[in-house]
């Protein structure tokens, strides 16, 4: 099956720093990546949506200066959190599709970030 | 994307029963409908999916049935198990190229031994 890789599982940083959150499809190459943003107990609402080589979409209310989304090949996307403030701790989830006509979409395995 | 109502929030079965989660969805161009389970502090993970050229697809305990007049479609699991505990999500919209994937609110289902 199709894998999807989410690096760091946990991450634990200082206000103000800057935390990147890596999303690997290990298996195939994927042309579209989201990331993802789950409160405890609530859905997942979409961030933002990215294509290999181009820039990101980003969903409405989300700030595109503060996540930072690269999509460089076809089998990485990444996620900066800048300038990271408490109210940025969430689980942070990516989500990775062939693109073209396939639908499905997988999920790495989240990154739980903690701000102090 | 779509937007699906799920239902209920929770659910609360006895290992050996059935369960069933159900969906709503508004936009009758979506032909895609993917289930997910999310188990604590992980990613949700695809389970099964339905397009909507099928009323129903099976996968050993785990079926889902699709209708396209009412718009609405439905989780079945049968004889749970309490590693059946988990979040799960549904989700809807139009499949191809240009699919994002948008859950439900999702449905806590525990399973009791």
């Known amino acids: 099956g199709a894998v999807v890789s989410q690096h760091p599982s946990r991450v634990i940083c200082k206000s103000g720093t800057s935390v990147k959150i890596e999303c690997r499809s290990l298996?195939?190459?994927?042309?579209?990546m989201f990331w993802y943003r789950q409160f405890p107990k609530q859905s997942l609402m979409l961030m933002a949506t990215s294509n290999e080589g181009s820039k990101a979409t980003y969903e409405q209310g989300v700030e595109k200066d503060k996540f930072l989304i690269n999509h460089a090949s076809l089998t990485l996307s990444t996620l900066t959190v800048t300038s990271a403030h408490p109210e940025d701790s969430s689980f942070y989830i990516c989500?990775?599709?062939?693109?073209?006509?396939?639908?499905?979409?997988?999920f790495g395995q989240g990154t739980r970030l903690t701000v102090v | 994307g779509e937007n699906v109502e799920q239902h209920p929030s929770t659910l609360s079965v006895q290992e050996g029963d059935s369960a069933v989660i159900k969906c709503t969805y508004s936009d009758s161009a979506s032909n895609y409908f993917p289930w997910y389970k999310q188990e604590l502090g992980k990613g949700p993970q695809l389970i099964i999916d339905i397009r909507s050229n099928v009323g129903e697809k099976k996968d050993q305990r785990i079926a889902v049935t699709l209708n396209k007049t009412a718009k609405h479609f439905s989780l079945h699991i049968t004889e749970t198990q309490p590693e059946d505990s988990a979040v799960y999500f549904c989700g809807g919209g139009r499949g191809g190229g240009s699919y994002i994937p948008t859950f439900g609110r999702g449905t806590s289902l525990i399973v009791h031994p």
């Open positions: 989500s990775a599709s062939r693109g073209g006509l396939a639908t499905e979409a997988f």
């Open positions: 298996d195939f190459q994927a042309t579209t």
